[in-house]
């Protein structure tokens, strides 16, 4: 059986392994999500829409752990899937949805919060979808992201590092530092930013999960070269939230 607990993850560390994994569709979710919960302020009751929730795991986590209800929206996966594994945990009080980030199917105001974890770098950095998906908070609503980041700019150092490069290409263009999505978000005061932070254990983070996930699936998991290559030198996540006026 797969160990899969980290230090400073108290909440995730509850959840069993195996129904984690069973979930992979990126770098861990619920230690993504415990460290961005630290920053947001949710609470029993309210409306959170679960952006690019792939199968439900963080869904989940948001229902149990805040008692929010959740609409879990996703492209790529069938909600009949996702609604399967959410309930293998037994959790009420998440609406499973097919819906792409840019025809979101919800009324404007709708949402106390909205989380997207490990996705937002796959239409967030438009320039025009910060006015886009703040539509659907409330006044005072909060967003909240995680997101792959670089602790330097590509325009910084003047190339993509070739061991990221080999795995991810030109979308590494999408990985930013904290501080690029801090004036991104600030410049349009479309919202308070609250926090724009790179995590300190991002990469040892995402190396744990890989090398797990690669033990659970048999085979070894193609991030993994890339973040051995790494050392903890450029790639981390960063954390973002902000608060609608």
Not at 192 to 214: K, Y
Request: some cysteine.
């Amino acid at each position: 059986m797969v160990e899969l607990k980290r230090h400073g993850y108290p909440r995730s560390n509850g959840y069993d392994a195996e129904w984690v994994l069973a979930g992979d569709m990126g770098p861990h979710p619920l230690w993504l999500l415990e460290d961005l919960a630290r920053d947001l302020e949710l609470r029993p009751g309210m409306r959170v829409l679960d952006l690019g929730s792939g199968k439900g795991t963080t869904s989940v986590f948001l229902a149990r752990e805040y008692g929010v209800h959740v609409w879990a929206a996703d492209l790529w996966v069938d909600p009949t899937e996702a609604a399967a594994h959410i309930a293998a945990q037994g959790v009420d009080g998440v609406v499973t949805v097919k819906a792409e980030a840019h025809t979101l199917p919800f009324a404007h105001g709708f949402f106390d919060a909205i989380v997207c974890i490990d996705a937002y770098e796959y239409f967030g950095t438009a320039d025009g979808y910060l006015a886009y998906i703040t539509q659907f908070l409330k006044p005072g609503g909060q967003l909240g992201v995680a997101t792959p980041a670089l602790r330097k700019e590509i325009r910084e150092l003047g190339h993509i590092p070739g061991h990221i490069k080999t795995l991810v290409g030109w979308e590494a263009l999408a990985w930013h530092t904290a501080d690029w999505w801090r004036f991104q978000w600030e410049i349009t005061e479309l919202v308070e930013v609250t926090a724009a932070r790179l995590q300190e254990s991002g990469w040892a983070d995402w190396l744990a999960w890989s090398h797990a996930v690669s033990e659970y699936r048999g085979t070894r998991k193609g991030a993994l070269d890339m973040l051995e290559a790494d050392q903890g030198e450029f790639l981390t996540f960063a954390i973002l939230a902000a608060r609608k006026p």
